[in-house]
């Protein structure tokens, strides 16, 4: 029982850590011209940090007609959930309910904290004790968030655009171990960066993808295989 | 397109992923490309979104207190400081030289 409450004392700790900046997440998209319900139904529904940091960051620097870049950021972003929903669906089992369930939970910390643990009831353990746990918090902050970006006023005064920027590189920064990782991230930020001036906002980031496309198909850099899920540390949805 | 339409095809289409991640054999994992490229794709969207939310304002290239806010950051992360700490930074490096007046 020892090992049990180890587990729940991981998943509970990687909960607080990442539902804590829920609350910057909910600042941001109230600035960048959602409104507190939209704010909400992002959190609940589409549930992953990353691609929602990306959705309203999109959104904040191009304006409604960055709409449908916008929508491709974050779809393109939650694309690493369908590698971790591969990973964890033998450890969760059957029933349709539970997967379901599984499946709307399956996030970086989520699958980090199961794939860390020794033994499959332990892995369920922590994926469930986390994905839960993150789900919760989660979207208690990104309310609070909200309401608090809602009379915050000019977001520049507050440096929430640098903020933004900040939290795109927390979110990055655990991911940047391999040698081919960084060659793509230091390629996709100069592209994007110099096509800026010449086509419509939000669609930088998307052409700053197909670095990431070429690179992975053709295995320039050589890469050791797939990275593990970003742990801990809240460092991202 | 509205707003409410596109949070909620956005959030519909990350959720589905998920759940595709279920249905699709695990076998298919085991493929060495799509799993690099899946991983290349996110590093390469966050680098992107990192390079245009600190030097981009409409269709134009700025310099401006964004910089040395995420400079900062990169600092912070460097030292392993958490994430809402790096971000709360940030914003406080921005805020502060925007109010004595040593950047825009």
Redesign the interface.
């Given at each position: 029982m020892y090992e049990r409450r180890e587990v729940w004392r991981e998943g509970v700790g990687v909960a607080l850590?990442t539902s804590?900046?829920g609350i910057?997440f909910g600042a941001l998209a109230v600035t960048s011209?959602?409104d507190v319900w939209?704010t909400c139904?992002?959190s609940v529904?589409?549930?992953?940090g990353?691609?929602q940091?990306?959705?309203v960051?999109?959104l904040g620097?191009?304006g409604?007609a960055a709409?449908?870049s916008?929508?491709a950021?974050?779809?393109?972003?939650?694309?690493?959930?369908?590698?971790?929903?591969?990973?964890?669906?033998?450890i969760?089992g059957s029933g349709f309910w539970r997967?379901?369930a599984?499946?709307?939970v399956?996030i970086d910390e989520s699958t980090a904290v199961a794939i860390a643990q020794s033994s499959p009831s332990l892995r369920r353990l922590g994926f469930w004790v986390t994905g839960i746990g993150v789900f919760v918090g989660w979207n208690l902050t990104t309310l609070l968030g909200a309401l608090l970006g809602d009379v915050l006023g000019d977001p520049?005064?507050?440096?929430?655009?640098?903020?933004?920027?900040?939290?795109?590189?927390?979110?990055?920064?655990p991911?940047?171990k391999q040698r081919?990782?960084i060659a793509?991230?230091?390629?996709?930020?100069?592209?994007?960066?110099s096509l800026?001036?010449?086509?419509?906002?939000g669609l930088?980031?998307l052409v700053?993808?197909v670095?990431?496309?070429a690179?992975?198909?053709f295995?320039w850099f050589e890469?050791e295989?797939?990275?593990q899920p970003t742990q801990a540390?809240?460092?991202s949805t | 397109m509205s707003l409410w339409s596109a949070v909620l095809l956005a959030a519909c289409a990350c959720a589905a992923l998920k759940a595709f991640g279920y249905l699709i054999p695990a076998h298919l994992l085991e493929a060495p490309r799509p799993a690099r490229i899946s991983d290349l794709l996110t590093v390469a969207l966050l680098a992107a979104l990192v390079a245009v939310q600190t030097l981009g304002n409409g269709q134009s290239v700025v310099v401006d207190a964004r910089i040395p806010a995420v400079l900062v950051a990169a600092g912070l992360l460097y030292l392993r400081q958490s994430f809402l700490v790096v971000v709360i930074a940030a914003a406080a490096v921005a805020a502060l030289l925007r109010l004595i007046g040593w950047a825009v």
């Open positions: 850590a804590a900046y910057s011209g959602l939209q139904v992002l529904l589409m549930f992953t990353g691609s940091f990306a959705f960051g999109v620097a191009g409604m709409l449908p916008a929508i950021s974050a779809v393109l972003l939650g694309v690493r959930n369908l590698a971790y929903g591969m990973r964890m669906s033998p969760i997967r379901s599984a499946a709307h399956t520049k005064a507050w440096g929430l655009d640098a903020a933004a920027a900040a939290a795109f590189l927390a979110l990055l920064w991911r940047l081919q990782a793509v991230g230091v390629a996709a930020a100069v592209v994007a960066a800026t001036p010449f086509i419509m906002p930088p980031v700053a993808a670095v990431a496309i690179v992975g198909w295995n890469g295989g797939p990275a540390r809240g460092a | -």
